[in-house]
């Protein structure tokens, strides 16, 4: 309910939204979540296991509970959190993850099956009948999975991305983060200040005591005055800084416009990439609940958000409360309880020895044992008072330090004692100094020296000197705390609200033996809700603990990983969304090839033309026959820029390319063309292409497309950190140089016409050209197996070049080809591409194997003679229909055919596959000890298009296998 004099909220700005189609009202400076309260709606969702009722928890972001949709026309945002979105006019939520309604969900059916679905039960209870599995487990499993749900239409939101840079980055605007920026900003450092809320100040914006002789707030709000008239200082609200990456980086999100109705041309969200010199870490603590039997209920909320949501938001959350907590901070929460006259029906302290005083009826030494209601609290149990009437209560076990960023570059916290708490370890992430509550501190007086004193260790190593400023007068009382981590009950006492982890699942997961915490983790999904147990890890970690006879330090934390909040993949991707999804790299006759109609396909980055339709082709296999048999009889015309294309240059580049191929390049003759393989480290073929020596100790190194950067990330492996002796350099020109390949009989005859002189090179010859004046560079290769060569020219000619020889090439009778043609060619010819070297085949299984020389070392030649990579082998061969069915697929299986076709008997798999005008339909793959088994009949199945065909196994190369054609 609200109450009328509490709060900071704008109550002259009244706002609206529905919730399950029913519309509440509250006011500018609230949340969704202090809004349903104040409109007294307190269950809000529902479990994911369990189905169990859930009802709002805390007032911030680790809220487990608060998940909600929001519906935006056809967009659907899902697992929303009502705790941190603030409220706007006209917003569409909807609770998630019920069948049925949220009052009456028929999946809380699971809540009595609870004994049949205990931690781990999906490892034992799935595994029979085996062919349940796909007909009815897997159906199931499915559609159970996950929270909320997708609109499966595109997303309409826009999303930036933005950069920033700074001296001093200042996590947190709580007591400790102000202080450090002050000091930091008065220093002369360029400051960010970040902070996930809308409203800067932490938690002094929900707390009732002075700072400095004023309100919290206002002494907040008045430094955050003092900070925005600096040009050396920016704020950042609503800004959650989800990652710490080496270099001084820190991922960061924007909410840019969650908070207006009518958004314009703003983004939805901004992903920050901030580099910073140094760091103040001050992002707080949270509090944590104690586990005891239905704590789950709602109305069973944090005793501090019960404080926050009355001092912030002007809401109470009940109107009898009862409050259980091991700590002083829970009479903070009872002071301002009672203050505000909401009554306490209890106050119970699990310390027989706690001081505490009040109005109201206190149980020390005592604890909540239960707590009676379903939808909501009726009643609470309390040992020695039995059943006591209330409609909310607050828990507070203690409060756990904000160590999640501190941990990102995979430091462990230790463990303290005093706060029973981990805080993090100095120094896990460089350059950053941890403050304030985030560090341990838990005082307001401690947590404004401690930012002062953090600025200036993180200003010293900048070389930067500060003044100490005085620090303001504030609360230093320190909290007292005896640990307490569950209260021992028959029934279920639950720690993971959102995945139904429960204390009974951790024992069972250590009886089990998984007693390593990442395995109880991943045994029980403890942790692994969108949470990510930010309230629940630290109490699941000490029952690991008691379970196993270990202390809580030794049992350890899981691995804090980012983000540290969930971020929009679309956000991350900003730019990213269609045809930003990845960068898009044109050649030079892009545009001609589009104005001659040509259906543009994706090869890497790379789009090149599929083929060239003439006037009366309705099928794109009318044009591909075309331009094969036009290539084949005359002369076809293609652009092989999109080759990767190397400079290696240096004394010892010879020595270089010996290193990195299968075969010598050192012997390698000015004007000459070799082609190579080359392996990885593990022996396994990594890509081919060929090298042309241009001059002595200079080379120009071709890739396949596909592995064009691949390659060039392997070469400056090689030369950093396997071979820095050798003096070489290298560099990647595929952008600088426009290449295109002429094939065809009448190839020579073309180019006659375009250069300045005729072509006079032997075949695997290449030399210095000229076209109009222009240098060029001429290489007579074939990946067609027709006499060709392929014309290099400078990017800039590249498109008056391409336009030059296809008009010469039409009046030959030949004209421009494109990669289905292309690829019909290099079938017929066997040839490579990586639909054959996928990464899993040897040298020896592409027939290459005589090719590794065994007069120098090379990188793979030992993984290469590996036991297992040498005999008994899948090997390239090629393959011809021979039964009623003609047609081939890539990808498809071969087998006896007398074999059943299932895995156990399949000899191969089928790689490439192409229609020849002139041979038929013709197909490449791999077969155990396929070199052998020529003139078999296989069964090729393809399960996939249900497609089965018998065929011949052949040598791979169907077309001119002694290579006369190029040669001539």
Known sequence: ????????????????????????????????????????????????????????????????????????????????????????????????????????????????????????????????????????????????????????????????????????????????????????AEAGAQVILAEEDFVFGGCLNSETYDVGGASGHIWAAEQIAKLREMDNVRLMKRTTITGAYDGGTYAAVERVSHHVAQSGDAPLETFWRITARGCVYAAGAMERPIAFQNNDRPGVMMASALRGYLNRYGVAAGKRVVLFGNNDDTFRTAHDLAAAGIHIAAYVDSRADADITGDFPIYKGAHVTNVKGRKRVEAVTITGAGDVMADCLGV??????????????????????????????????????????????????????????????????????????????????????????????????????????????VKLAAQENFKSVEHMKRYTTQGMAPDQGKNSNVNALAVLADATGRGIAETGTTTYRPPYTPVAIAAMGAHGQGAGFAPQRFTTSDKISRDMNAPMIEAGLWYRPSYFPKDGEGHWRQSCDREVAMVRSAVGVTDVSTLGKIDIQGPDAGAFLDFLYINTFSTLKPGKVRYGLMLREDGYVMDDGTTACIATNHYVMTTTTAAAGQVMRHLEFVSQCLRPDLDVQ???????????????????????????????????????????????????????????????????????????????????????????????????KGFLTHSEIDGRVTAGDVGMGAMMSEGKDFIGKTAAQRPGLLEDREELVGLKPVGAVKELNAGAFLFAVEDDPIRETQQGYTTSVAFSPELGMIGLGFLKNGRERHGEVLKLVDHMRQVTTRVEICHPVFLDPEGSKARD
């Open 730 to 828: 290298f560099i990647s020109v595929t952008e600088q140089w426009a290449q295109f390949a002429v094939a065809g009989p009448k190839s020579r005859d073309l180019l006659a016409q375009v250069l300045d002189a005729p072509p006079d090179l032997p075949f695997m010859g290449c030399g210095e050209v000229s076209v109009g004046g222009i240098k060029a560079r001429l290489f007579r290769i074939s990946f067609s197996g027709e006499h060709a060569y392929e014309l290099a020219v400078p990017a800039r000619y590249g498109e008056s070049l391409f336009k030059g020889v296809l008009d010469k090439a039409d009046a030959l009778g030949g004209g421009a080809y494109g990669m289905e043609a292309l690829n019909v060619m290099r079938v017929e």
């Open 396 to 505: 507070s076990g203690g409060y756990n330090p904000t160590v999640h960023l501190a941990c990102h570059m995979n430091g462990r916290p230790q463990w303290n004692e005093n706060i029973a708490a981990f805080i993090p370890t100095p120094n896990m992430v460089p350059g950053m100094e941890v403050a304030g509550a985030a560090g341990g501190t838990f005082s307001t007086h401690g947590c404004l020296k401690s930012g002062v004193f953090r600025a200036r260790e993180v200003l010293k190593a900048l070389g930067l000197e500060a003044r100490a400023p005085a620090i303001p007068k504030a609360d230093a009382s320190q909290t007292r705390i005896r640990p307490l981590w569950m209260v021992p009950c028959k029934g279920r006492a639950w720690l993971d609200f959102q995945n139904d982890v429960t204390v009974k699942d």
């Open 1 to 184: 309910m609200r109450h009328d004099t509490k709060g900071l909220i704008d109550r002259t700005q009244r706002r609206s939204f529905t919730f399950d189609g029913n519309t509440y009202s509250g006011f500018k400076g609230d949340t969704l979540a202090s809004t349903l309260l104040a409109n007294n709606v307190h269950l809000v969702g529902r479990s994911f296991k369990y189905h169990r009722p859930r009802g709002i928890m805390s007032d911030g972001t680790q809220d487990p509970n608060g998940l909600v949709e929001l519906h935006q026309g056809d967009q659907i945002t899902p697992n929303l959190r009502l705790t941190g979105q603030e409220l706007v006019n006209g917003l569409d939520i909807r609770s998630q993850n019920h069948l049925g309604s949220l009052d009456w969900d028929l999946l809380e059916l699971n809540d009595l099956l609870s004994p049949f679905l205990s931690a781990g039960f999906y490892y034992k209870t799935f595994m029979w009948p085996k062919a349940f599995w796909e007909k009815l487990y897997e159906p199931i499993i499915r559609r159970a999975a996950g929270l909320g749900r997708l609109s499966m239409v595109n997303n309409s939101d826009r999303y930036e991305k933005a950069f920033a840079f700074c001296d001093v980055l200042v996590i947190g605007s709580g007591p400790a983060g102000l202080m450090a920026a002050l000091t930091a």
